[in-house]
């Protein structure tokens, strides 16, 4: 296990650093086993990474056709709605790169009736795309899973005093955001999967995550983002986030 954190000048500078990781991820996955499984992230910096990987060079870098995507969280909405995750996601990269298949993207169904089924129902498409039981001890091997981070030290739609947080059984759950944040019904990745990845990649930006960063570099296992543990996990960050002098 392994755990780095990179420091960048500016949210510009962070998106690239990430579009080029998620590039080299993809090359790689595709190399050595034929296909690149990717966890889309949620929050302020995918509109920033997105356009880049969208485009040249970055679009003819990788064979998109043999890529899966997947959301590591969504909220509980249609997916037309801005707030939704996955909309942005169609809107900037999957409508924009060549060749992807159609039952390579696995939309997660938040806005479903029955959230907890939908979760269930999510849980087995994971299992049917990774070729695994859905009920297996063996949990699907993420390539890349990429994360961002809020000021409170949540990850995913994994909350601070969430019980969702303890969940070790299944993969997908259906959970909700304290009071006050945008859109309270959530679905997301549980812990177990994120940390079976073969790779994280966190990008944050923004100096309200300062403190966060802290408790995370300490090495405290206090708030969500601290208890991801993958194989390898890549911390992006600029420099308001990481605090340092002269940052803007």
């Given at each position: 296990m392994s755990r780095r954190f990179v420091v960048l000048t500016t949210p510009a500078e962070a998106a690239i650093a990430a579009a080029d990781?998620?590039?080299?991820?993809?090359?790689?996955?595709?190399?050595?086993?034929?296909?690149?499984?990717?966890?889309?992230?949620?929050?302020?910096?995918?509109?920033?990474?997105?356009?880049?990987?969208?485009?040249?060079?970055?679009?003819?870098?990788?064979?998109?056709?043999?890529?899966?995507?997947?959301?590591?969280?969504?909220?509980?909405?249609?997916?037309d709605h801005p707030e939704s995750n996955f909309g942005v996601a169609r809107q900037l990269l999957l409508d924009q790169l060549p060749g992807i298949r159609s039952a390579a993207?696995?939309?997660?169904?938040?806005?479903?009736?029955?959230?907890?089924?939908?979760?269930?129902?999510?849980?087995?498409?994971?299992?049917?795309?990774?070729?695994?039981?859905?009920?297996?001890?063996?949990?699907?091997?993420?390539?890349?899973?990429?994360?961002?981070?809020?000021?409170?030290?949540?990850t995913a739609s994994l909350f601070p005093g969430s019980s969702s947080l303890r969940e070790r059984r299944r993969w997908v759950v259906a959970t909700a955001a304290p009071a006050g944040m945008a859109v309270a019904r959530r679905m997301t990745l549980t812990l177990p999967v994120i940390n079976a990845a073969r790779a994280v990649l966190f990008v944050v930006t923004g100096a309200d995550k300062q403190p966060a960063l802290r408790s995370v570099r300490s090495g405290s296992r206090e708030l969500p983002a601290g208890r991801v543990r993958a194989r390898s996990t890549l911390w992006l960050v600029d420099a308001a986030t990481a605090g340092e002098v002269g940052a803007s």
């Open positions: 990781r998620i590039v080299a991820a993809a090359r790689n996955a595709i190399r050595r086993r034929g296909r690149f499984f990717l966890a889309l992230s949620g929050g302020s910096t995918p509109p920033l990474v997105y356009p880049l990987l969208a485009a040249s060079p970055r679009e003819e870098a990788v064979d998109w056709s043999r890529a899966d995507f997947f959301l590591g969280d969504e909220r509980g909405v249609a997916p993207i696995h939309r997660m169904p938040a806005d479903a009736a029955d959230p907890d089924a939908a979760a269930a129902d999510y849980q087995a498409e994971l299992a049917r795309a990774f070729d695994v039981a859905p009920d297996s001890r063996r949990l699907p091997a993420f390539d890349l899973i990429w994360l961002g981070m809020g000021s409170d030290g949540h």
